[in-house]
């Protein structure tokens, strides 16, 4: 069974920085893609930063710059980086693999990053 756990959320000022982590247990991350989604309240779930199994990273705009994915495959552990961060980064943020020998997609349960001017 595929599990994506995260952790790393919080409160923090604008400015500041976060380092956000996904565990993940059930499958190897290293044949899968991983990515990182936000969804802040009234909105709709967006991708954040995503890594191929090949370690190519794509960035939303909004995030370029500030924002860094990356992976750990001998810990099974995906990262997100965030820097400078913005109160219109606050949002609850998702893990998640697409896996590679089926296609099915999985979702962590989220970590709650805030942001206060």
């Known amino acids: 069974q595929v599990q994506l756990v995260e952790s790393g959320g919080g409160l923090v000022q604008a400015g500041g920085s976060l380092r956000l982590s996904c565990a993940a247990s059930?499958?190897?991350?290293?044949?899968?893609?991983m990515a990182w989604y936000r969804q802040a309240p009234g909105k709709q779930r967006e991708r954040v930063a995503h890594i191929t199994s090949g370690g190519r990273t794509t960035y939303a705009d909004s995030v370029k710059g500030r924002f860094t994915i990356s992976r750990d495959n001998a810990k099974n552990m995906v990262y997100l980086q965030m820097n400078s961060l913005k109160p219109e980064d606050t949002a609850v943020y998702y893990c998640?693999?697409?896996?590679?020998?089926?296609?099915?997609?999985?979702w962590g349960q989220g970590t709650q990053v805030t942001v206060s001017s």
């Open positions: 059930g499958t190897r991350i290293s044949v899968n893609s």
């Open positions: 998640n693999t697409i896996i590679y020998s089926t296609g099915i997609g999985y």
